[in-house]
């Protein structure tokens, strides 16, 4: 089934290490987002793309690092993993920013010790 | 920056009451969507509202864009188990940097058989 799909969905890491995560849809929607969902602070924007080789910040894109250099694909990066950088990160993808719904995969659980 | 004040954070409700929720901003909004996010899923969109004043249908789920185009509310009848789950609120201002949604903090909605 087309849409939007996420890997892994769960990854436990040290502090340090990089870290990937991939984000697939299959849409040709030329906007993708990543966003951090945390306890008490619902759903941050980390950053966003509105095309190939076009990525802007978010609310909270420190410690992050993305690259969009095919349509379908949006991949985060955490250089160098930190303890607060553990959360549930969710990828979103929409036909244009301006009046269309996002559309979410089912997050990556990620856990850094 | 906005920000959007949902509210209840939480309800604990009987299967068969009506459950109403609601957002309210300082900041006007041109788009208001309701999402729904099951435990381990990514939030799915329920209603989309894009004009001020419009009242849309989803089923048992009812929203209001609001007539200021500050507040938007989503009313569900008849609850069933299944409705369990956290609703999120957005809101998307033209203006505002590239119109990336604005989240509220969510809803969760418990329901007793």
């Known amino acids: 089934d087309a849409g939007i799909t996420q890997s892994p969905r769960y990854k436990i890491t040290e502090t340090g290490r990089q870290v990937t995560l991939m984000c697939h849809q299959t849409w040709s929607h030329s906007y993708m987002f990543w966003y951090r969902q945390d306890l008490g602070h619902g759903l941050r924007l980390i950053y966003y793309s509105a095309a190939a080789d076009i990525t802007d910040k978010g609310e909270v894109p420190d410690g992050y690092v993305v690259s969009r250099s095919k349509t379908e694909n949006f991949p985060l990066t955490l250089e160098s993993a930190t303890r607060s950088q553990t959360s549930v990160y969710f990828c979103a993808s929409s036909e244009r920013v301006s009046n269309q719904p996002q559309h979410f995969g089912d997050g990556t659980r990620l856990s850094i010790l | 920056g906005q920000q959007l004040n949902q509210s209840p954070q939480s309800m604990f409700i009987q299967e068969g009451e009506d459950v109403s929720m609601n957002c309210t901003s300082s900041?006007?909004?041109?788009?208001w969507l309701w999402y729904k996010q099951e435990p381990g899923e990514g939030p799915v969109l329920l209603i989309a509202?894009?004009?001020?004043?419009e009242l849309t249908s989803n089923g048992r789920l009812t929203a209001q864009f609001g007539i200021t185009r500050k507040d938007s509310f989503l009313n569900i009848s008849a609850s069933i188990p299944s409705d369990v789950g956290i609703y999120f609120c957005a809101g998307v201002n033209y203006g505002g940097s590239q119109g990336n949604l604005i989240f509220g903090k969510g809803t969760k909605l418990s329901v007793k058989p």
């Open positions: 900041s006007i909004f041109n788009t």
């Open positions: 509202l894009y004009k001020a004043g």
